[in-house]
């Protein structure tokens, strides 16, 4: 088995709003191996963005980490200092946000901005060196003209530009993590195509660990060894690729599957959508989150949470359908 490299136990996110507390993740598990690519998927608000943010730190406010652990590389970041943790963000941990617009300061070059994390970290010993790493970076993010966009402001470059230049700011301290967050997000698919083949290709590259965080379940089939299905602030299922998409085992996850839209023979669309809605997170139903909106769920789903247990050889399932009692 391969080297540990990030280990979740038992986080906990809530965030204090005037309408109540939203407990936004209840009891995430999660351990991702060094080298792999590994995905994170859910609907909109599941919480897989807010647990990656936990990795590093930047919850917003009114969030907050009521309780767990966060082990990266043998070290629990949660009891790290403010001035500790840092040092890793950018350097150890380089995390690819969701929105490219709102991430790029507007009164900054992008050149500056991608070249700002080696400037913090001290791996380079002036100005100069930082514009030819950079010009270096968006060569390999295949930025056209890299010299000339580097002297760029974001108003100019589009938004596949943007996207790439953020790579290139994830990528620019060489990091031994990755977390990509929705990183297609706003783009057309060629774009898309082209940053899923960037990524591809730098992990590749350089063995560098990726946490791809989507809702494209085709995505996941394409770029990622194990894939974890979040739902409604907890991991539900967690197994290899393959065996999520020929076996899945949680409900949540066949009827995800099954939502995707599916072209017949006579070009007829059809899809089967998963009845009822996403719960309120501030009063979530008891046991099982997903009780209220499953076909097989039974008493004791709606008055235990079942346990993340391993039902086949890495292959696990929070349900009472495969948990004795």
């Given at each position: 088995m391969s080297e540990e490299i990030l280990r979740i136990e038992g986080l906990r996110v809530y965030f204090y709003t005037y309408a109540g507390v939203v407990k936004a993740i209840e009891g995430v598990d999660l351990s991702i191996r060094r080298g792999e690519c590994f995905g994170l998927v859910g609907e909109t608000g599941c919480g897989k963005s807010v647990t990656m943010r936990a990795v590093v730190r930047l919850i917003p406010p009114p969030g907050r980490i009521v309780s767990g652990k966060i082990y990266f590389e043998g070290v629990n970041v949660l009891e790290l200092p403010e001035s500790e943790i840092r040092k890793i963000r950018g350097r150890k941990i380089g995390f690819i946000v969701q929105e490219p617009m709102s991430a790029l300061d507007p009164l900054y070059r992008v050149g500056y901005q991608a070249g700002e994390p080696l400037l913090v970290h001290k791996l380079i010993r002036d100005k100069k060196e930082m514009w030819r790493r950079v010009i270096s970076l968006f060569k390999t993010v295949s930025i056209p003209e890299p010299a000339k966009r580097v002297r760029n402001y974001p108003h100019e470059l589009s938004g596949g530009m943007k996207q790439r230049v953020v790579i290139a700011t994830a990528l620019s301290c060489n990091p031994d993590l990755i977390i990509a967050d929705e990183p297609t997000t706003n783009v057309d698919v060629t774009i898309q195509a082209q940053i899923l083949d960037l990524l591809r290709d730098l992990r590749n590259k350089y063995g560098t660990t990726l946490i791809l965080v989507t809702h494209n379940l085709g995505i996941v089939a394409e770029m990622c060894?194990?894939?974890?299905?979040?739902?409604?602030?907890?991991?539900?299922?967690?197994?290899?690729?393959?065996?999520?998409?020929?076996?899945?085992?949680?409900?949540?996850?066949?009827?995800?599957?099954?939502?995707?839209?599916?072209?017949?023979?006579?070009?007829?669309?059809?899809?089967?959508?998963?009845?009822?809605?996403?719960?309120?997170?501030?009063?979530?139903?008891?046991?099982?989150?997903?009780?209220?909106?499953?076909?097989?769920?039974?008493?004791?789903?709606?008055?235990?949470?079942?346990?993340?247990?391993?039902?086949?050889?890495?292959?696990?399932?929070?349900?009472?359908?495969?948990?004795?009692?």
């Open positions: 060894d194990r894939v974890a299905v979040m739902y409604a602030g907890q991991i539900v299922e967690l197994a290899k690729v393959h065996d999520i998409f020929k076996e899945p085992l949680h409900p949540y996850t066949k009827g995800l599957l099954e939502a995707v839209p599916v072209i017949t023979k006579s070009r007829e669309v059809r899809l089967k959508p998963i009845p009822g809605t996403i719960p309120n997170l501030i009063n979530p139903p008891s046991g099982c989150r997903f009780h209220p909106r499953c076909a097989h769920a039974k008493a004791i789903c709606m008055k235990e949470r079942p346990p993340l247990t391993e039902v086949k050889p890495d292959h696990f399932a929070a349900c009472w359908l495969y948990t004795k009692r």
